[in-house]
């Protein structure tokens, strides 16, 4: 029997880390297979569209909701290690840090700098997620997805056409419902330490505890987007509720209830001082949702 809840208006600032955004005309958190085949007859039959959520920490909702279904992964979770092989299997609703610190606890080495990134592991797929000159496709095997019609598919990383915070599903709305990783057998204990140091780091250098997105905007290699904005002077700008950390200036902080179109235009000043000073247009990393 499908237990699955559909809830209505339910406001999804409770849904991203950010913790702006507006209500979802549907919504549902499937925790199994079944109740994501069920919520996708569902959408079909209803000919409404559907809004893949992970962990919302990469994600900016607009205030007035978005339509259709919003499909949230965060409870769709298992880890699978075999500390022989090095393979992970993991179900994409998993929190990277959760990820990083079972694969240290089993000796295996690679996911060290994942342990400080708040997202999901399937957001961490679609959007080829990264710290510290290390990302997730160097070590993904391989994915199996669901389509919205109802399709199972086994994609191969390297089919994945990986980049620079970009893979080919942020073309594609297909369901990321599991990944299979490759990881190298080491020092327990050493790798563990490793994992706390970047943890700490991170901890240190960016505003953590604070209601933020991760990095705003994608670095234009070789320069980093936060030297080009922290050398305008802008730390600290507010637009309404929204604020550039004051610690990291790639990070736009909910600093006292922020909407969604304080943030939007914060985002658009960033982007215009730092063309007009520098002539790069900077690109946003934040995916925006229902403008």
């Excluded at 569902?42 to 409404?48: A, D, T």
């Excluded at 790798?191 to 240190?204: A, S």
Aim: proline share 3%; aromatic share 6%; net charge positive.
């Amino acid at each position: 029997m499908n237990t699955i809840q559909l809830e209505k208006n339910i406001s999804l600032s409770n849904f991203t880390t950010w913790r702006i955004g507006g209500p979802a005309e549907w919504i549902a958190q499937p925790k199994n297979i079944e109740e994501i085949k069920y919520l996708i007859n569902w959408i079909n039959k209803k000919k409404i569209p559907c809004n893949i959520l992970g962990a919302g920490s990469n994600l900016l909702i607009n205030d007035k909701g978005i339509k259709g279904l919003s499909l949230c992964m965060r409870n769709f979770k298992g880890i699978q290690i075999d500390k022989n092989s090095g393979i992970i299997e993991v179900l994409s609703g998993e929190m990277l840090p959760t990820l990083s610190r079972k694969a240290a606890a089993n000796g295996l080495h690679g996911l060290e700098w994942a342990v400080g990134i708040p997202g999901t592991i399937g957001g961490a797929v679609v959007m080829n997620a990264g710290a510290q000159e290390h990302c997730i496709s160097s070590y993904l095997e391989s994915i199996k997805t669901l389509s919205l019609t109802g399709e199972y598919k086994t994609i191969k990383g390297k089919d994945l056409n990986f980049g620079y915070r970009y893979s080919l599903l942020q073309n594609e709305k297909l369901i990321v419902l599991s990944a299979r990783l490759k990881l190298v057998s080491g020092h327990a204990e050493k790798i563990r330490l490793v994992t706390n140091e970047n943890l700490h780091h991170r901890l240190k250098t960016q505003p953590y505890q604070a209601q933020t997105c991760g990095s705003v905007f994608r670095n234009p290699e070789p320069l980093k987007a936060a030297k080009l904005i922290e050398e305008l002077g802008l730390k600290g700008l507010r637009f309404g509720g929204a604020e550039i950390s004051k610690m990291h200036s790639n990070f736009i902080i909910n600093a006292n209830k922020a909407s969604s179109c304080d943030v939007r235009e914060l985002i658009k000043y960033i982007q215009k001082r730092v063309f007009n000073s520098y002539g790069i247009l900077l690109e946003t990393e934040v995916k925006q949702c229902g403008f």
